[in-house]
């Protein structure tokens, strides 16, 4: 019984000094160990001898005892590292137990963790001190020996799953980076230059973020990468040396241009049409000022204000020429209305000579006054007009001597064109008696009103009669010659064709011209012809539409001559 006590005591004083590690020993252990209670009783013998060496256990280690069940709480720091530099062959195999199972604790922890690059050498040290502890003579420490183990075949099956792993990670690694290499050596075809560079950029980022590839082919793999990005950056830079020419090459033709439009800006003219030709000439330069590309950055802004404010200058010059003509054009229509007031303060007068010649002289002063704002150009006339018959109807109504003129003007007519008639019906068709019957009808004044338009198809048709028979008559150029005359007669006698006389001279002008400079060209075109048959038969060819052109022309001139006596 003593021996018992004695034994127990020396476990108390064990377990006083040891802290947490009895008390977290796993279910594990405490399943093994109340087995082993369970086991059945030993011989007597047995028994003896086993107490004998408890014995002798308790008595070797009954000093550390002492000094261990002194300590009321935790070791000291000067203990621990007295401890430590005691022999691991002076430890009790109680506290060898304790650093095994504490060694199977941070190797569990180990296991269960998240592996870094420091967890391999951890677990190497924890295995050179389980070596260092080496063999405990403790029925506990095959059981020890067994978790150990266990655990040791876990990490290396879960370090080697994870190399397996990693290796499969980084084939993968391979392949994305392989299909980025390719898309990178695509890019060299590309003909966009800074849209290649722009997703080179992008792949660098995208590998970049890949994880590694294995050893010996990450070289490899990044060459190859490298190498396309050089040719990529390789065409960048010709493509950006090819820019600063094509930008000096811009820069010489907006230079152009800008000379082009401040030859332009200050231009000024009264005339509308001169206007409108300068005006296409400005926004050509336009078009093409914004078809040329860019320009050196530092010529840029200078060049562009420069141009822009020339083309603001020229169309503000042109607004204020119109803004002129506008202000014009609204000081004659008031000058129209201000004459359209005094016909209406004349319409119902009943001096029928007196006022038809104060009307004339309205009318008259109308004609002079210059054009009026478009929009009123239609309306103004037409009220004039009608001021201007209100008199003239009541005139033709009332006054007996007026409608007296108009019957005879009607007869006159009438008369005209039953001669010309008459000499239709000749053989000879005598040209000069018809054009003194044409004038003959022309300058008779106003017929009834009721008799207008049946007078005016009449002389129609007598015409139209005229022109079909001398056609059968004349040749070509006295037909032309003949037809012109009639055309001019009738505008000569027309108070209102004025305008269309001038346009007519001025056609006929502008074609003189242009048949001069064709005869011209040809003159040109023949001097430089070598001798040679072909050369020979072109001469020919040149020359008949020479003849032919200074035939027209002399017959333009004729018309010419003929306008300027009307």
């Known amino acids: 019984m003593s021996v018992l006590k004695k034994k127990d005591g020396a476990k108390v004083d064990d377990d006083k000094s040891i802290k947490s590690p009895i008390k977290k020993v796993s279910k594990e252990s405490d399943s093994k160990k109340t087995s082993k209670t369970l086991s059945p009783k030993p011989s007597k013998s047995s028994a003896v001898n086993k107490s004998k060496n408890d014995k002798e256990k308790i008595d070797s280690n009954s000093k550390s005892s002492s000094k261990i069940s002194e300590e009321k709480s935790s070791k000291s720091v000067a203990e621990e590292s007295v401890e430590k530099d005691l022999s691991i062959k002076e430890l009790s195999p109680f506290k060898l137990l304790m650093k095994k199972k504490e060694i199977i604790k941070e190797l569990r922890v180990l296991v269960n963790g998240v592996e870094d690059k420091n967890t391999f050498n951890k677990v190497k040290d924890l295995q050179n001190k389980w070596k260092e502890i080496g063999q405990i003579n403790d029925a506990k420490d095959k059981s020890l020996w067994t978790t150990y183990n266990a655990l040791l075949d876990r990490f290396y099956d879960n370090r080697s799953i994870y190399f397996e792993l990693k290796e499969l990670d980084r084939k993968k690694n391979l392949e994305i980076k392989t299909l980025i290499c390719d898309k990178a050596e695509s890019l060299i075809k590309d003909s966009n230059v800074m849209r290649s560079v722009s997703k080179l950029n992008e792949l660098h980022s995208e590998f970049k973020h890949i994880g590694p590839v294995s050893k010996e082919k990450q070289n490899e793999i990044w060459d190859r990468l490298k190498n396309a990005s050089d040719e990529v950056y390789k065409k960048k830079k010709e493509f ?54 860019g320009v050196p950055k530092n010529s840029n802004r200078n060049i562009s204000k420069e141009f822009w404010n020339s ?25 129209k ?81 039953n001669d010309i008639e008459q000499l239709l019906s000749s053989d000879n068709f005598n040209q000069d008696e018809f054009f003194k019957l044409q004038v003959k009808f022309l300058e008779a004044g106003h017929v009834p009103k009721e008799k207008i338009d049946e007078m005016k198809d009449m002389f129609k048709n007598i015409i139209d009669k005229v022109v079909e028979k001398s056609s059968s008559l004349m040749n070509k150029d006295d037909f032309d010659k003949f037809k012109f005359i009639i055309e001019l007669n009738s505008l000569a006698k027309n108070p209102y064709s004025k305008n269309k006389i001038i346009k007519k001279k001025s056609d006929i002008i502008k074609k003189i011209n242009a048949i001069q400079s064709e005869i011209k060209n040809l003159k040109n075109n023949i001097y430089y012809l070598k001798e040679s048959v072909a050369a020979d038969n072109l001469k020919k060819e040149y020359m008949v539409k020479i003849n032919d052109s200074d035939k027209e022309i002399e017959s333009l001139k004729l018309q010419l001559n003929l306008i300027n006596k009307v």
């Open 337 to 417: 209305k201000d004459l359209i007031e005094r016909v209406n303060s004349l319409k119902d007068s009943d001096q029928w000579e007196e006022t038809s010649k104060e009307i004339q002289s309205v009318q008259k002063e109308w004609k002079k006054i210059g054009k009026v704002p478009i929009k009123d150009k239609d309306k103004i006339y037409k009220e004039f007009k009608e001021v201007c018959d209100f008199f003239y109807e009541r005139m033709r109504l009332e006054d007996k001597d007026t409608i007296k003129i108009y019957e005879d003007n009607l007869n006159i007519k009438i008369k005209a064109c």
């Open 240 to 293: 950006i040396s090819n820019i600063k020419v094509s930008l000096g090459e811009n820069l010489e033709k907006k230079t152009k241009l800008l000379d082009e439009i401040n030859q332009i800006k200050t231009f000024k003219t009264e005339h509308f049409k001169e206007w409108n030709n300068k005006t296409r000439e400005v926004l050509g330069l336009k078009d093409k000022w914004n078809s040329i590309g």
């Open 311 to 335: 083309f603001k200058e020229f169309f503000n010059n042109k607004s204020s020429f119109f803004k002129k003509i506008d202000d014009s054009y609204k000081n004659n229509l008031k000058l």
